[in-house]
Nanobody
Framework: HVQLVESGGGSVQAGGSLKLSCVSS????????MGWFRQVPGQEREGIAT???????GYADSVKGRFTISQDTAQNTVYLQMNSLETEDSAMYYC??????????????????GGQGTQVTVS
């Protein structure tokens, strides 16, 4: 079955950096759209970054220029490098995966998603 496991979150001061990782298994990773979204309790999910099988990336305006999504297809892993973190970036971060027929752009809903997420707290 499909499994996505996020890691790398933590607590940092504003202006700091973190790098999140998401390891995938159970499907043909190389052909999928991968991405990250985040959620703050009581607020709507926000899709923030995507990367497709060709390496093309997309970002929400709120993170553009600060966050970078990348992937290691040999390791079935997608990363999110987060720089210049702001307090507004504090959230639970999840990775998602969608089959290649779907639009690969930042979005809050995914066909598959990580179950636990990883918490990012910026103070």
């Amino acid at each position: 079955h499909v499994q996505l496991v996020e890691s790398g979150g933590g607590s940092v001061q504003a202006g700091g950096s973190l790098k999140l990782s998401c390891v995938s298994s159970g499907y043909a990773y190389q052909s999928y759209c991968m991405g990250w979204f985040r959620q703050v309790p009581g607020q709507e999910r926000e899709g923030i970054a995507t990367i497709d099988s060709n390496g093309a990336t997309g970002y929400a305006d709120s993170v553009k220029g600060r966050f970078t999504i990348s992937q290691d297809t040999a390791q079935n892993t997608v990363y999110l490098q987060m720089n210049s973190l702001e307090t507004e970036d504090s959230a639970m971060y999840y990775c998602g995966a969608d089959p290649p027929a779907t639009a690969c752009r930042p979005k809050p809903t995914w066909g598959y998603r990580g179950g636990q997420g990883t918490q990012v707290t910026v103070s």
